[in-house]
């Protein structure tokens, strides 16, 4: 790579990383400030270490295959974990440059969700909460998840939609996604 190249990778905007089979490969100084590590700490790491779990990473793991395999980008949102045990709030992109194997080699990026933006400030509960929702997780799948019981899951989710004043689920997370939802 040429100096400015690598200077423009090393210092976007955003945390950029290539993976091979959800290893490490290469990242850029964004990334490695982000998440609190240096460099030389990430390269040839599972990106397990980025997970608060095993369970969370391996649950993770097929979410975006299907778009993924079909040349498609992947994006979600989702609470990814620091060196120093706290969690961030991330805008998460990816592509594949190996379709038939998606996560063969994966280009990704992250951003933080900036918590000062326009809009609700949300709680680590509801942060949580409103993660699992956009995986599509019911109420008692959530509760088993976080520990918690499904009538406390049922409460932060009906107080994600007060604070949004939206009136169900889907609504919510369009918003949250920046997509329209069709009237039926």
Same mark, same amino acid.
């Given at each position: 790579?040429?100096?400015?190249?690598? @200077?423009?990778?090393?210092?976007?905007?955003?945390?950029?990383?290539?993976? &091979?089979?959800?290893?490490?490969?290469?990242?850029?100084?964004?990334?490695?400030?982000?998440?609190?590590?240096?460099? &030389?700490?990430?390269?040839?790491?599972?990106?397990?270490?980025?997970?608060?779990?095993?369970?969370?990473?391996?649950?993770?793991?097929?979410?975006?295959?299907?778009? #993924?395999?079909?040349?498609?980008?992947?994006?979600?949102?989702?609470?990814?974990?620091?060196?120093?045990?706290?969690?961030?709030?991330?805008?998460?992109?990816?592509?594949?440059?190996?379709?038939?194997?998606?996560?063969?080699?994966?280009?990704?990026?992250?951003?933080?969700?900036?918590?000062?933006?326009?809009?609700?400030?949300?709680?680590?509960?509801?942060?949580?909460?409103? #993660? =699992?929702?956009?995986?599509?997780?019911?109420?008692? &799948?959530?509760?088993?998840? @976080?520990?918690?019981?499904?009538?406390?899951?049922?409460?932060?989710?009906?107080?994600?939609?007060?604070?949004?004043?939206?009136?169900?689920?889907?609504? #919510?997370?369009?918003? =949250?996604?920046?997509?329209?939802?069709?009237? @039926?």
């Amino acid at each position: 790579m040429h100096e400015f190249e690598a @200077l423009a990778f090393d210092h976007a905007p955003m945390g950029l990383a290539l993976t &091979e089979h959800r290893i490490i490969r290469t990242c850029n100084q964004t990334f490695a400030d982000m998440f609190g590590y240096g460099k &030389e700490h990430l390269i040839g790491r599972s990106f397990r270490l980025l997970y608060g779990s095993d369970e969370e990473f391996h649950q993770i793991r097929d979410i975006g295959l299907k778009p #993924l395999s079909q040349s498609l980008p992947y994006i979600d949102e989702r609470l990814m974990r620091r060196a120093d045990g706290t969690r961030i709030w991330c805008r998460f992109r990816a592509r594949t440059l190996t379709p038939d194997m998606p996560l063969a080699r994966t280009v990704l990026s992250f951003a933080p969700i900036d918590d000062t933006s326009k809009g609700p400030k949300l709680t680590p509960r509801e942060r949580d909460v409103l #993660l =699992l929702l956009s995986r599509g997780q019911t109420s008692k &799948e959530m509760a088993r998840v @976080l520990g918690l019981s499904p009538r406390t899951v049922e409460d932060v989710r009906a107080r994600l939609l007060k604070k949004f004043k939206v009136k169900n689920v889907a609504v #919510l997370l369009a918003r =949250l996604t920046g997509h329209r939802v069709s009237k @039926l």
